[in-house]
């Protein structure tokens, strides 16, 4: 069974920094690639980031571009998103998604809250 769980969301002040995390059973973790998706109240959710399994062409919205950094640990089977400089508009749950077109085959996570708020 698939399993993809994040963790490291929660209450920030504007400016702070948080890190999610996202761990991977149950699937052949370095065949993914990796994203985090963001849904924030009333809007639709978006891609935030996506790091493929070749590690060299990360890709990022233009919203979090040179504040969020994602990474990938493919011995630990995680997934990482580290944020800086957050802003009270990056508040959303926080969706981890694995996906292969190779396999056909595409995993989600159950999400995280994050919110940025003074």
């Known amino acids: 069974q698939v399993q993809l769980v994040e963790s490291g969301g929660g209450l920030v002040q504007p400016g702070g920094s948080l890190r999610l995390s996202c761990a991977a059973s149950?699937?052949?973790?370095?065949?993914?690639?990796m994203r985090w998706h963001r849904q924030a109240p009333g809007k639709e959710r978006e891609l935030v980031a996506v790091i493929p399994t070749s590690d060299l062409s990360v890709n990022y919205a233009d919203s979090v571009k040179g504040r969020f950094t994602i990474s990938r640990d493919n011995a630990k089977n995680t997934v990482y998103l580290q944020m800086n400089y957050l802003k009270p508009e990056d508040t959303a749950v926080y969706y981890c998604n694995a996906a292969s077109w190779r396999l056909g085959a595409e995993y989600w996570g159950q999400g995280t809250q994050v919110t940025v708020s003074s």
């Open positions: 149950g699937l052949i973790f370095r065949a993914y690639d």
